[in-house]
C-alpha cells in the first residue's frame, strides 16, 4: 500500500505563483514515476506533468515555461512549482506515484488539492 499526501494549494493571484508537494508513504514498494494531474470544473482530468525516478520530465504544453516538476527520491516526494499562474490553471491537482514490487505494479493517487487562480 501506497498513501500520497498532498499539500500546497490554495487562492492565488493571476501572475502569482504556488508550490504543490506530494509524499508517498510505503514500506514495500518502490517508487518509481510521480506526476501531477488537474481536472477542472466540468473537464475531464488531463496530465501536468511527470518525473521519472532518473529525473527525466514531461510536461503538457499548457504548462511548459511556467510549471517546474522535481523530486526528492530519498523522501518519495514530488514537487510542482507553478509560476505565472492563471484563471485557466485553476483546477483540482492530484498526485500520482506508480509503484511496484517483485510482483506487481499500480499507480496510486492522492485525494487532490484545489488551486483556484482569482483576483
Known amino acids: 500500500q501506497v498513501q500520497l499526501v498532498e499539500s500546497g494549494g490554495g487562492l492565488v493571484q493571476p501572475g502569482g505563483s504556488l508550490r504543490l508537494s506530494c509524499a508517498a508513504s510505503?514500506?514495500?514498494?518502490?517508487?518509481?514515476?510521480m506526476g501531477w494531474y488537474r481536472q477542472a470544473l466540468g473537464k475531464e482530468r488531463e496530465l501536468v506533468a511527470f518525473i521519472t525516478s532518473g529525473g527525466d520530465t514531461n510536461y503538457a504544453d499548457s504548462v511548459k515555461g511556467r510549471f517546474t516538476i522535481s523530486r526528492d527520491n530519498a523522501k518519495n516526494t514530488v514537487y510542482l512549482q507553478m509560476n505565472s499562474l492563471n484563471a485557466e490553471d485553476t483546477a483540482v491537482y492530484y498526485c500520482?506515484?506508480?509503484?511496484?514490487?517483485?510482483?506487481?505494479?499500480?499507480?496510486?493517487w492522492g485525494k487532490g488539492t484545489l488551486v483556484t487562480v482569482s483576483s
Open positions: 510505503t514500506t514495500i514498494f518502490s517508487i518509481n514515476a
Open positions: 500520482y506515484a506508480d509503484a511496484s514490487n517483485r510482483s506487481y505494479g499500480m499507480r496510486y
